[in-house]
């Protein structure tokens, strides 16, 4: 009589690393997000830019190296910090809703492109143009699983992208936007349905 090995299938337990755990996280995923503002242009809601919104990156932080000499060797401190510029990607509708809401930015910063004076005029005090953003993912039940408050937002290039002839693409609007400060709030995720602790 000829005994077969018997074979095992793969299950959730068997996934993981040995020595560390097992089982599987459910990752974030790119697409279940949204972005919102608070003081974006003048006197208009922002809303129509978070419906045309495509894109965006969500905060970069950089240290500087700092080196510190010593009689045979070399040793390293973190330095003041730099957050990178966020991009933000916008559909152009033809409306031209959200292309009104970042005009009114842009004029807040500096009067260049609109129909009132008084012409280049920069804005007197930073506080007053800057704006801020908020960046949530979401755990596709619209539950928040991460919060980005991005203050000190203001629009350092706007850039109405090209035409074409032969194309039939959606025109954009490419935005950079620098700011002073990100803070991330994580909370607690207690599982699908459930509000995440600490996310208003």
């Known amino acids: ?57 969500r905060p970069s932080i950089s240290f500087d190296e700092v080196q510190l000499d010593r009689y045979v060797n070399r040793s390293y401190v973190a330095g003041k910090y730099t957050w990178e510029p966020l991009t933000l990607t916008v559909e152009d509708d033809v409306s031209g809703r959200a292309s009104k809401i970042i005009k009114s930015q842009l004029q807040k910063q500096q009067w260049l492109i609109g129909t009132e004076g008084p012409f280049l005029g920069a804005a007197s005090e930073g506080f007053k143009y800057k704006f801020t953003t908020f960046l949530d993912m979401l755990d596709g039940n619209e539950q928040l699983i991460e919060k980005w408050s991005v203050e000190g937002c203001w629009i350092k290039t ?43």
Request: hydrophobic letters at 35%; a negative charge; zero cysteines.
């Open 1 to 57: 009589m000829i005994i077969k090995p018997s074979i095992k299938l793969a299950t959730v337990n068997d996934f993981g690393i040995p020595g560390v755990g097992s089982g599987t996280l459910q990752p974030k995923l790119k697409h279940r997000w949204r972005v919102t503002f608070a003081n974006l242009g003048e006197d208009v809601s922002s809303q129509d830019v978070s419906l045309q919104a495509i894109t965006i990156t």
């Open 158 to 200: 706007a850039d109405y992208t090209d035409l074409d002839y032969a194309s039939s693409d959606k025109v954009h609007i490419n935005l950079t936007l620098r700011f002073d400060h990100a803070s991330q709030d994580l909370g607690g995720y207690i599982g699908g349905g459930n509000a995440l602790r600490g996310i208003t």
